[in-house]
């Protein structure tokens, strides 16, 4: 018999070490990422990232939030451009209290409008039902990529 994942946790703000962990936690998701860029968002005057670390301090989830002015809006913006859990920390209230810190942040310096970049889905799991329980709505925007 397996022993439950402990429900403890805290939130912090991510420090130049965490770049390998945060990696890690991209790759469970298919996706690369490198630690000199968790170092560059860490140092960004525009980028917060906090993540949320286990009784160990071994990270378990991250969020990042970027911020800048914007015109049409008139003031500051914001984007959460990730939020990652990792699967054996899913459904504990990590994601969530990730992502109220991260709207609390967003409150704190004043945006207009906070957006939030999602793909359709991972790993089979749909974060819009996560996203609209904690009170979200989806907006009508047309994303294009080069």
């Given at each position: 018999?397996?022993?439950?994942?402990?429900?403890?946790?805290?939130?912090?703000?991510?420090?130049?070490?965490?770049?390998?962990?945060?990696?890690?936690?991209?790759?469970?998701?298919?996706?690369?990422?490198?630690?000199?860029?968790?170092?560059?968002?860490?140092?960004?005057?525009?980028?917060?990232?906090?993540?949320?670390?286990?009784?160990?301090?071994?990270?378990?989830?991250?969020?990042?939030?970027?911020?800048r002015?914007?015109?049409?809006?008139?003031?500051?913006?914001?984007?959460?451009?990730?939020?990652?859990?990792?699967?054996?920390?899913?459904?504990?209230?990590?994601?969530?209290?990730?992502?109220?810190?991260?709207?609390?942040?967003?409150?704190?310096?004043?945006?207009?409008?906070?957006?939030?970049?999602?793909?359709?889905?991972?790993?089979?799991?749909?974060?819009?039902?996560?996203?609209?329980k904690?009170?979200?709505?989806?907006?009508?925007?047309g994303?294009?990529?080069?």
């Amino acid at each position: 018999m397996t022993a439950a994942a402990p429900t403890a946790f805290k939130v912090r703000p991510a420090r130049l070490g965490d770049g390998q962990p945060v990696k890690e936690l991209l790759s469970e998701l298919g996706f690369t990422g490198d630690s000199a860029t968790v170092t560059w968002i860490v140092r960004h005057p525009e980028m917060e990232l906090l993540v949320a670390a286990d009784a160990f301090d071994k990270v378990i989830g991250f969020v990042a939030l970027s911020h800048r002015p914007n015109l049409r809006w008139a003031g500051r913006i914001a984007t959460i451009d990730e939020l990652v859990v990792c699967k054996a920390w899913r459904r504990k209230g990590v994601g969530r209290e990730l992502l109220k810190r991260a709207i609390d942040r967003a409150k704190v310096l004043g945006v207009k409008r906070l957006e939030i970049q999602s793909l359709e889905a991972i790993e089979g799991e749909d974060a819009r039902p996560f996203f609209e329980k904690v009170g979200l709505k989806a907006a009508t925007l047309g994303v294009y990529k080069l």
